[in-house]
């Protein structure tokens, strides 16, 4: 742990730039007695006072802040002059989250078990006893230093641990989304639908609630993509999902791609009508956008058509299948009778 300075030859701490010992004795022939056994041992940092509102001062407990030292050790006298002692002191260290990682030794010419009972709980680590023993007293001051210093190790090693984990959480949630979302729509895809339908059926299966689901395809979709190319087909893809983005925002509302120019939205805990309100207002909005479509045979700017099928589920429907059926059921109803309108699933 320790190696001769180049310079002087002397053993030294591998910690003499970055540890300082603060010493607070009432007798100033003790301070110098301590800090010169330290800093023979390497220990360059070393800073002592007999006065306690000095001591609290450069830990920072009181007075100018700018006076505060980084101290890495506290060496404490229990018995100081004035109307403060040593566990005074550890108490109001000890109501601070700051000192929590600086370790105190206690200095004491008095072998008083009580009062050294009652000093380790407020937070002193160790002791030594007047007079001072040299060996003793830089084992003592060693080991103190070497626990801090494992102490800090350990919370940055903590830490580091955590920001490691957030960001891989971050990057993971990110990936999902990608693995989730639809390419060129910017909506959930395919896949994540029919995940996401299967846990709503589910759901309402087991609280009877309805459920609906609206399918709608772009009319005559081949035929703008022969028009206007295929540049311009996936701008009006881009365009729609935006549409149902924006209609669709109820928590739980779940629009998505459903493949090509088709597209699917689940509505949770809504029943025939208000998914009719909802599809009406989609099939109105994208007509609102406008999008010159001059080889449609039923409109002169892009539409779309709609089918709802509603459900309140009991619990032994095992799946879904029937339910997508019907919504494509009533999508084809809706094509037939004229496309750019809604249709209701009807048996």
């Given at each position: 742990?320790?190696?001769?300075?180049?310079?002087?030859?002397?053993?030294?701490?591998?910690?003499?730039?970055?540890?300082?010992?603060?010493?607070?004795?009432?007798?100033?022939?003790?301070?110098?007695?301590?800090?010169?056994?330290?800093?023979?041992?390497?220990?360059?940092?070393?800073?002592?006072?007999?006065?306690?509102?000095?001591?609290?001062?450069?830990?920072?407990?009181?007075?100018?802040?700018?006076?505060?030292?980084?101290?890495?050790?506290?060496?404490?006298?229990?018995?100081?002059?004035?109307?403060?002692?040593?566990?005074?002191?550890?108490?109001?260290?000890?109501?601070?989250?700051?000192?929590?990682?600086?370790?105190?030794?206690?200095?004491?010419?008095?072998?008083?078990?009580?009062?050294?009972?009652?000093?380790?709980?407020?937070?002193?680590?160790?002791?030594?006893?007047?007079?001072?023993?040299?060996?003793?007293?830089?084992?003592?001051?060693?080991?103190?230093?070497?626990?801090?210093?494992?102490?800090?190790?350990?919370?940055?090693?903590?830490?580091?641990?955590?920001?490691?984990?957030?960001?891989?959480?971050?990057?993971?949630?990110?990936?999902?989304?990608?693995?989730?979302?639809?390419?060129?729509?910017?909506?959930?895809?395919?896949?994540?639908?029919?995940?996401?339908?299967?846990?709503e059926w589910k759901r309402s299966c087991r609280g009877g609630k309805p459920i609906s689901l609206l399918l709608l395809d772009i009319d005559h979709f081949k035929k703008y993509n022969d028009t206007y190319g295929h540049q311009a087909g996936d701008d009006c893809i881009r365009k729609v999902a935006g549409v149902l983005k924006?209609?669709?925002?109820?928590?739980?509302?779940?629009?998505?791609?459903?493949?090509?120019?088709?597209?699917?939205?689940?509505?949770?805990?809504t029943d025939s009508e208000k998914a009719s309100i909802v599809a009406e207002n989609i099939r109105s909005k994208v007509q609102e956008l406008q999008l010159t479509h001059e080889a449609s045979q039923t409109?002169?700017?892009?539409?779309?058509?709609?089918?709802?099928?509603?459900?309140?589920?009991?619990?032994?429907?095992?799946?879904?299948?029937?339910?997508?059926?019907?919504?494509?059921?009533?999508?084809?109803?809706?094509?037939?009778?004229?496309?750019?309108?809604?249709?209701?699933?009807?048996?």
């Amino acid at each position: 742990m320790f190696g001769p300075d180049k310079d002087t030859g002397k053993t030294v701490s591998p910690h003499t730039e970055i540890d300082r010992i603060l010493i607070l004795d009432d007798a100033p022939e003790n301070c110098l007695l301590v800090e010169r056994i330290l800093k023979k041992a390497g220990y360059g940092e070393v800073v002592s006072t007999q006065d306690p509102g000095t001591a609290m001062e450069w830990l920072g407990l009181s007075g100018d802040p700018k006076n505060k030292k980084e101290i890495s050790l506290l060496l404490l006298d229990i018995l100081l002059p004035g109307g403060m002692n040593g566990l005074d002191i550890l108490k109001t260290m000890s109501s601070k989250e700051e000192f929590a990682d600086l370790p105190v030794i206690i200095i004491t010419a008095i072998h008083d078990a009580q009062t050294l009972e009652s000093a380790f709980e407020i937070g002193a680590i160790d002791y030594v006893t007047k007079p001072f023993d040299a060996n003793e007293l830089r084992a003592r001051v060693r080991s103190a230093l070497r626990l801090r210093h494992e102490m800090l190790q350990r919370k940055q090693r903590e830490k580091d641990l955590e920001e490691i984990t957030d960001k891989l959480s971050e990057a993971y949630q990110a990936l999902l989304r990608v693995s989730r979302t639809d390419g060129l729509s910017g909506i959930w895809n395919r896949r994540f639908f029919d995940e996401i339908l299967e846990v709503e059926w589910k759901r309402s299966c087991r609280g009877g609630k309805p459920i609906s689901l609206l399918l709608l395809d772009i009319d005559h979709f081949k035929k703008y993509n022969d028009t206007y190319g295929h540049q311009a087909g996936d701008d009006c893809i881009r365009k729609v999902a935006g549409v149902l983005k924006d209609t669709a925002r109820r928590a739980g509302d779940f629009p998505a791609r459903y493949g090509g120019e088709e597209f699917a939205v689940i509505l949770p805990e809504t029943d025939s009508e208000k998914a009719s309100i909802v599809a009406e207002n989609i099939r109105s909005k994208v007509q609102e956008l406008q999008l010159t479509h001059e080889a449609s045979q039923t409109s002169a700017y892009v539409s779309v058509s709609i089918g709802i099928s509603t459900k309140t589920p009991g619990k032994e429907e095992k799946d879904s299948l029937g339910f997508l059926k019907e919504a494509d059921i009533a999508l084809y109803q809706a094509k037939e009778t004229g496309r750019n309108r809604v249709a209701l699933y009807s048996a």
